[in-house]
């Protein structure tokens, strides 16, 4: 069995299924991702609908919360944060306001855990904030922190790796972050897949027990 996270999907439907493709992901694996489903990518709607085919197929796929689902969620539930809607997720429900999205995927958002900890990973969406007495109760800065790296608490962290996306790698920064995630207690695998610059352009699997990086460039 092998154990994969994947993170910043962003509407980009084609490259995670190559991805997925490519790592052989079966029903006797695991899939956790971080985040980021939604926005900019060409297909919002379709990346979670496809989620949810695989989970209803038997395949084990874990899913957390990023910061762009909890903006669609602070304008849907929240009105007073007006805002209509990325137009990329607009055109992939079909509609010109963020409010006719059906209540089954705002309620799936809604839903959807900050942090999970799986073996001696905690998997997250942006990371952790070692700035508070426990960085597992603070939430916002689970989807939003950058640049934490250099304040991490590795005897907070007690040996444990944080797994997190949400800022964007260029290549050879993906592949130093790889090389230096046990001595830096985190690993970033956000490669930017939706973004078409230099560098970017890549969607990331990380394997849990082999500690493999699989990279699978943009094909949409």
């Not at 610059?197 to 460039?217: D, H, M, R, W, Y």
Request: hydrophobic share 35%; net charge negative.
């Amino acid at each position: 069995m092998s154990q994969y996270a994947i993170s910043d999907i962003h509407g980009c439907i084609a490259t995670f299924k190559a991805l997925l493709d490519k790592i052989k992901f079966s029903k006797e694996d695991e899939l956790y991702l971080l985040g980021d489903y939604i926005d900019r990518g060409p297909d919002s709607k379709g990346v979670i609908d496809y989620i949810w085919d695989l989970q209803k197929s038997g395949y084990q796929v874990h899913c957390l919360r990023g910061n762009h689902e909890s903006m669609l969620l602070q304008e849907v539930i929240n009105p007073i944060h007006y805002y209509r809607g990325e137009p990329a997720l607009l055109r992939s429900f079909g509609i010109t306001n963020s409010i006719f999205i059906p209540n089954q995927y705002i309620k799936w958002m809604n839903e959807l855990h900050y942090y999970m900890e799986v073996g001696n990973y905690i998997l997250v969406h942006a990371g952790l904030n070692f700035d508070v007495p426990n960085p597992l109760e603070a939430y916002d800065d689970m989807i939003w922190i950058r640049n934490f790296h250099t304040n991490i608490n590795k005897d907070w962290l007690n040996g444990r790796i944080i797994i997190h996306g949400h800022t964007p790698q260029r290549f050879p920064f993906l592949k130093r972050g790889h090389q230096q995630m046990k001595e830096v207690g985190a690993i970033n695998i956000d490669g930017g897949c939706v973004f078409n610059t230099p560098g970017l352009g890549q969607l990331c699997a990380f394997e849990l027990n082999s500690q493999e990086l699989v990279i699978q460039k943009n094909v949409e």
